[in-house]
C-alpha cells in the first residue's frame, strides 16, 4: 500500500510536497476509509485534491507517472532522463528532481528514493524500515569529486557470497543515467526488486483524456459487461444495455472522436467490434458511441478500472484519477467515489483511491472525511504548495464539519480561484446559524 509519494523541484513543485496516506493521529475516519495492516498500521484508502486551474493538481499526478516510468522503464543510453525543475527561479532551474516513495508491502515499511538531473542520477536509495530503525539495502551517491556514482550494498541484501558478487557486477555495470532500481530488474536481481514490481503492476494512473483502449475487449466478457451495464442504469444515464457489434473488416477502419475499436480474427476474416448502446428493452434499436454523452463516454472509460479497483481477490492497487469529475454530473462523481469505498470496505482489500476534482459537493463532512481532503495552491512565486484539512485546527475544521462546501468556496481553506474581493469572500456563519 502506498504510505506516501513526496515530489520536489518538478514543474510547478519547487519545495518538497508530501502526499501522506497515514491516517493521522487521533482523526475520526469511518472504518471503510481506513486499511488497518496488522497491529501498527492504519492507511488511508482515499485522497481527494482540491484547488484552483492551474494549481498544480496535475501535476502531482505527473509526478507520479514520471516516476513510475522511469524506474519501470528506465531510460536509454543517449536518452536524458526525465527532470523537469521548477523554471520560476534561477535557483532551481539548474537543480536536480526528487522523488520519493513510501510502501508497504507484504506488511513491510520500504522507503524508494531517487535525485536527479537530465543527465545523470545524483542519488539513489531503498531502505527497509523497522519501527525507528532503518535497514538500509542500497545506496547510490556521487564520490566526494561529485565525478561517478557509488552504489553501496547493505549487508543484509543476501548472505549468498554468490549473489553478493553478482549484484556488486550490476551496481558496477549501471549507466550514470539509469536508475539501480531498473537496472536490478532488468538483470532480475531479485532481491531488490519488490518496489519495482509494486512500480509495474499496482498503480492505474488515469489523466483527462486518457482512453480505455481494450474496452472492447473488457466488455465482450459477459459478467463485465452486466456490472457495466447495471452501473450505468443504477446512475440514471438511460443505457439499459450494451452489445458489441462485429462488422467484416474490407477497408480504412473510420474512427470517430474517441471510439473504442477492437479487431478479432477468425477462421472467417477479421472482424472490427465496436460497442452499441440500448436506451429501451431487449430488441430495441441501438445507438452508436458517437450519439452517447461525454458522461457516458466519460463513465466508459473509467469503469473498467473501478470493476477492477472493487474485484474481490484482485488484491491490492492503487488508482490515481486526474480530474475525475470531467463531464459527469456531481451525483455520478459520487457514486463512482461510493461504489469504490463500498466494494473495496467489503472486500477488505488494501486497494486506495487518489483523484483531482473541483466538485465541492463531495466535501459534505460524510463522504470524504477531512483525513482525506488535500488543497493545492500557487504561492506569490508561481509554486504550488500542497497541505492537507487535517493540518487546519481540529476546532476550526469540527466547526465546519457539516458544511465543508461553503467553507471551502468562501476561501476558508484556500486553494480557490480569488476572483472577488476578499471582502466577498469573507466567512459567512453556516446555514441555520445565528
Known amino acids: 500500500m502506498l504510505l506516501q509519494f513526496a515530489v520536489e523541484n518538478y514543474l510547478s513543485v519547487r519545495e518538497q510536497a508530501v502526499l501522506s496516506m497515514l491516517k493521522p493521529p487521533g482523526a475520526r475516519v469511518d472504518p471503510r476509509h481506513v486499511v488497518r495492516v496488522g497491529d501498527t498500521w492504519e492507511v488511508l484508502r482515499c485522497a481527494a485534491l482540491y484547488g484552483a486551474n492551474a494549481s498544480g493538481k496535475s501535476n502531482l499526478v505527473r509526478a507520479l507517472g514520471t516516476f513510475r516510468r522511469l524506474v519501470t522503464h528506465g531510460v536509454r543510453p543517449d536518452e536524458t532522463l526525465p527532470a523537469q525543475p521548477f523554471l520560476l527561479d534561477g535557483a532551481h532551474e539548474s537543480a536536480p528532481t526528487r522523488f520519493e516513495l ?74 550514470d543515467n539509469q536508475p539501480f532500481l531498473t537496472e536490478c530488474g532488468e538483470r532480475k536481481a531479485h532481491e531488490l526488486t519488490p518496489v519495482l514490481a509494486w512500480c509495474r503492476e499496482t498503480p492505474t494512473i488515469i489523466r483527462p483524456e486518457a482512453q480505455h483502449l481494450a474496452l472492447t475487449g473488457f466488455l465482450a466478457d459477459a459478467s463485465n459487461r452486466s456490472w457495466v451495464e447495471a452501473k450505468l442504469h443504477g446512475w440514471g444515464t438511460g443505457v439499459a444495455g450494451i452489445e458489441i457489434q462485429k462488422r467484416p473488416v474490407d477497408g480504412p477502419i473510420p474512427l470517430v472522436n474517441d471510439e473504442p475499436h477492437g479487431l478479432q480474427r477468425d477462421e472467417a476474416g477479421l472482424w472490427q467490434r465496436s460497442v452499441r448502446f440500448r436506451h429501451g428493452p431487449e430488441g430495441s434499436p441501438t445507438l452508436p458511441w458517437s450519439d452517447e454523452s461525454d458522461g457516458t463516454r466519460r463513465l466508459m472509460h473509467l469503469l473498467p478500472a473501478l470493476r477492477r479497483a472493487t474485484e474481490h481477490g484482485k488484491g491490492p492497487s492503487l488508482l490515481v484519477i486526474d480530474e475525475l469529475d ?22 477488505g ?52 464539519l457539516e458544511h465543508l462546501e461553503d467553507g471551502y468556496l468562501q476561501g476558508r481553506f484556500g486553494a480557490i480561484p480569488f476572483i472577488a474581493s476578499r471582502d466577498q469572500l469573507a466567512w459567512r456563519p453556516p446555514r441555520g446559524a445565528a
Open 349 to 400: 482489500s488494501q486497494t486506495q483511491l487518489i483523484f483531482t476534482t473541483h466538485d465541492t459537493n463531495l466535501l459534505n463532512g460524510k463522504l470524504l472525511p477531512p483525513a482525506s481532503i488535500w488543497f493545492v495552491e500557487k504561492d506569490r512565486h508561481g509554486a504550488s504548495q500542497l497541505y492537507a484539512l487535517a493540518e487546519f485546527p481540529d476546532a476550526q475544521v469540527d466547526q465546519l
Open 326 to 347: 470531467r463531464s459527469l454530473h456531481t451525483a455520478l462523481t459520487r457514486q463512482f467515489v461510493e461504489t469504490f469505498l463500498d466494494g473495496c470496505a467489503a472486500d
Open 102 to 175: 513510501e510502501l508497504l508491502l507484504d506488511g513491510q515499511h520500504h522507503a524508494y528514493g531517487i535525485v536527479f538531473t537530465r543527465e545523470r542520477v545524483v542519488q539513489e536509495w531503498l531502505y527497509r524500515v523497522h519501527g525507528a530503525r532503518e535497514e538500509m539495502l542500497f545506496e547510490r551517491k556521487l564520490d566526494p569529486a561529485g565525478e561517478a556514482a557509488v552504489i553501496t550494498l547493505g549487508e543484509t541484501v543476501t548472505a549468498d557470497p554468490t549473489r553478493r558478487q553478482f549484484l556488486s557486477f550490476v551496481a558496477t555495470g549501471t549507466r
